[in-house]
């Protein structure tokens, strides 16, 4: 029996950069880097040509901490704000301007940049609800795995859900997958009317046979297993378009989603990427806890929504 040889995570990542080459690099608000990771990971994506930060923050402390952990800079623009609110206010400032095409969490607290993001005062909102994809590259799988929503929205009704679908469902335009296939999911295959869920996974497909959701193909509800797996699909007699080939992971809450991504993360060696979707520009969301190289995975994927942004699509 031969070994699985597993690409290692800079391999997996590298290649996801090579995505982006050809495109001119994203100009990015980064809001408060003032820690290791959220500065390292913002320089090594300009260092591969995928961003163009513009540092918002207290200057003498980002540049204290660039020299304490030898991060260089290399004349990147730092714009002064004295505290992680008034780096929020400024970045988003920065968008309005036209100065940035996208927003990247550093080192403060997420409710504290989502708060400004959701702000009605702040104009970033649009018609559709603002949602999370994580995007994973997981060595056992054959594509890329989008998994949302779980990171903002808790217990979405169906409405919302059918919101986040569509932000996904967008994203994966951008990605380079024209017709996505989605798996509504929930522990079981079949319709239970005691498991809302499972109710609300058929709601979804009908709406997409409807044009409420467009751009992809739905199918649900589906378990985890059929989702990836043709085999287990064919076992239990499921005939579907997207079971074994999902390319959309669409979760029932986002407890259900947390544990899967950090699972796939921690357990099946993922490269993770997360951005947040539906204001009017992506915001690149990682925990505080990330490393610099899911930031960058962040930032490419961040730098392809900006560039199909670009292109109106």
């Known amino acids: ?27 990015v608000a980064v809001v408060y880097p003032c820690d290791k990771e959220s500065l390292k990971g913002p320089v090594q994506a300009a260092e591969a040509g995928v961003i163009a930060p513009v540092l918002v923050g207290p200057e003498a402390k980002i540049r204290a901490i660039a020299a304490e952990f030898g991060i260089d800079l290399k004349n990147l623009r730092i714009v002064e704000a004295s505290d992680s609110h008034a780096a929020c206010a400024e970045a988003i400032r920065l968008v309005h301007a036209g100065e940035a095409e996208a927003l990247m969490k550093g080192s403060l607290h997420t409710d504290e ?13 649009t018609p559709r609800r603002i949602s999370h994809v994580f995007v994973m590259d997981v060595p056992t799988y054959p594509r890329p795995m989008l998994i949302t929503d779980a990171a903002v929205n808790i217990a979405p009704s169906l409405e919302e859900k059918a919101d986040i679908t569509q932000n996904a469902i967008y994203l994966a335009h951008a990605l380079g997958v024209p017709e996505p296939r989605v798996a509504i999911l929930a522990a079981v295959e079949t319709v239970n009317p005691k498991m809302q869920s499972t109710l609300e996974a058929a709601a979804l497909c009908k709406m997409a046979d ?32 997207v079971a074994g080939q999902a390319d959309i992971f669409v979760v029932p809450g986002l407890e259900a989603g947390n544990m899967l991504f950090k699972q796939l993360e921690y357990l099946s060696h993922a490269l993770t990427a997360g951005v947040v979707l539906g204001a009017k520009v992506p915001v690149i969301l990682t925990s505080r806890a990330d490393t610099a190289e899911t930031r960058v995975a962040s930032c490419v994927v961040a730098a392809q929504l900006a560039h199909a942004n670009r292109q109106g699509n």
Do not use: H
């Open 210 to 241: 409807r044009g409420q959701i467009k751009g992809g193909v739905l199918d649900g509800p589906l378990a985890f297993d059929n989702a990836v797996s043709a085999d287990a699909a064919r076992i239990k007699g499921i005939k579907s378009p």
């Open 113 to 125: 940049l989502m708060g400004a993001i959701v702000s009605r005062a702040n104009n970033l909102r």
């Open 1 to 27: 029996m031969t070994d699985t040889v597993i690409p290692s995570k800079t391999e997996r990542l590298n290649r996801m950069i090579a995505r982006v080459k050809g495109i001119p690099p994203v100009p």
